[in-house]
């Protein structure tokens, strides 16, 4: 029995049905410009009030990134995506789906987090959850993951 999905541009998500379509000419997504799941996805961010910084790797005691909320100058909730300079692209793309989709799905926990924020681990992790949510957002962005499920750690 083999772990890996079929296309899920073709096949029903065996956890919630879903088939991911085309996001269609209006879409950041359909943009020529962003040519790799990183980039569609930093666009995703942008356009859900994210802002996606590099963490110098030196100072993530050994953590892949981190999430966190703030609020801007007019007062607004604002996501924020922190991600570790030395992973390779496609934990790149994976991890910063993960941190949209805790943004997107439970900023009350980010807000009531001590410091604003929580870490993002680096061990991928069976897909449950604010994961399974990721691992669409990181599928719709062209990355071809198995799992886009990462600890989250308190401090």
Known sequence: MTT?????D???CSVCGVVLKDAGSGS???DPLLT???ARL????????????DLDSDSTDGLAGAVGVGVDQEGELR????????LDDAMRADVLAFGIAVYISDSARLVRAEEGYLGIGRDRLAETGIGHLAWHIARS????????????VDD
């Open 4 to 8: 890996e999905r079929p296309d899920p």
């Open 10 to 12: 073709t096949v029903p």
């Open 28 to 30: 950041v997504l359909a």
């Open 36 to 38: 790799t799941p990183v």
């Open 42 to 53: 930093c666009a995703v961010a942008l356009e859900a009030r994210i802002a996606v910084l």
């Open 79 to 86: 996501g924020m995506v922190a991600l570790a300079d030395d």
């Open 141 to 152: 962005c062209g990355s071809a993951t198995t799992s886009a499920t990462f600890e989250l």
